[in-house]
């Protein structure tokens, strides 16, 4: 398989607000194999956000533009009421969308639109921030229990001052099969056997599955030429790529080069893990904290309108 490489200039700006400009070079495939391939293996690292949580992040700000369209993955599952409770206080977003999904407990949410729920044990909310949204999220366990995941996905520009939304997906609403013998999948966004998830009109086009695979058995997924794809093992131990001996286990992402085919078996009984795929923008990106655009210019501007109080723009 021959490589070639091109330079691309992925602009930064960072929670410290300084601006920095990566040069990053991405492989050109100039011959696909069917089945993709592991370019990349992450262990997500620990770290502190919002008022004190303690989460584990598998990828984000460093890792521009590797996952394009998608931006971070949080693990927020926790043990200890300590490491969750502080939660996320009021914030703003702009320019993004952000998709929480509770595996335990629960988080109670509101914005400044008015709108306010419980993301509960399950459920799904696909929140399209676009021209900005200021917001919190304050985790609530249940019987002592709490975890979810948090996935940004970028906007590209001709979207980025869209209208916020949201679409709030409860459990009962998605689909549950059985893929083949031994493989079952959630089905959050994207199809699987002509069955399609709830979350619809996304623009990266994405995928969003929890799947869990018995012993002995093989998934295998068909994905788009071109599309971002990667994993992230929530439970068990498996092997990501076909005859590559080598195992992910909880806390590890896979990102796969490009095909047509996605292999993967597990190693111990059961295997349990994310699968995410969509279409990259290939835009740059100007990233301040909550804050994602193009460039430092439109950064600047909205933490302007944030201070001065226009940041929220009137919906017609």
């Not at 994993?231 to 047509?260: K, R």
């Amino acid at each position: 398989m021959a490589l070639n490489f091109l330079s691309k200039t992925v602009v930064l700006f960072g929670h410290d607000q300084h601006l920095n400009a990566v040069s990053v070079y991405l492989p050109v495939i100039a011959h696909m194999s069917a089945i993709r391939k592991v370019v990349k293996i992450l262990k997500a690292k620990e770290t502190i956000e919002g008022a004190g949580v303690r989460l584990h992040r598998a990828f984000g700000y460093y890792e521009v533009p590797n996952f394009d369209p998608f931006l971070m993955l949080d693990d927020f599952r926790a043990d200890r009421p300590e490491d969750y409770l502080p939660g996320f206080p009021w914030h703003p977003h702009r320019g993004i969308e952000t998709v929480t999904y509770m595996f335990e407990g629960k988080v109670e949410h509101c914005d400044s639109m008015g709108n306010a729920g419980i993301v509960g044990a399950g459920d799904v909310q696909w929140m399209t921030a676009g021209s900005g949204i200021i917001h919190q999220e304050m985790p609530k366990p249940v019987k002592g229990r709490m975890g979810g995941f948090q996935l940004w996905v970028n906007l590209p520009r001709v979207n980025k001052m869209m209208d916020p939304r949201y679409q709030e997906i409860k459990h009962e609403q998605i689909p549950t099969i059985e893929i083949s013998e031994g493989v079952t999948g959630k089905i959050i966004c994207g199809s699987i056997n002509s069955i399609v998830g709830p979350v619809h009109d996304i623009i990266a086009d994405p995928e969003y599955f929890d799947i869990t695979i018995e012993e002995g058995v093989t998934f295998s997924h068909p994905v788009k030429n071109g599309y971002t794809v990667f994993t992230y093992v929530i439970n068990g131990e498996g092997e990501f790529e076909p005859n590559s001996n080598q195992y992910l286990h909880n806390h590890e992402l896979a990102l796969f080069g490009d095909g047509t085919n996605v292999q993967i078996r597990p190693n111990k009984y059961p295997l349990r893990f994310l699968f995410f795929s969509g279409k990259p923008i290939g835009e740059p990106v100007a990233w301040g904290g909550p804050i994602v655009m193009n460039t430092q210019a439109e950064l600047t501007q909205a933490f302007r309108e944030y201070q001065d109080g226009t940041f929220i723009k009137i919906q017609d």
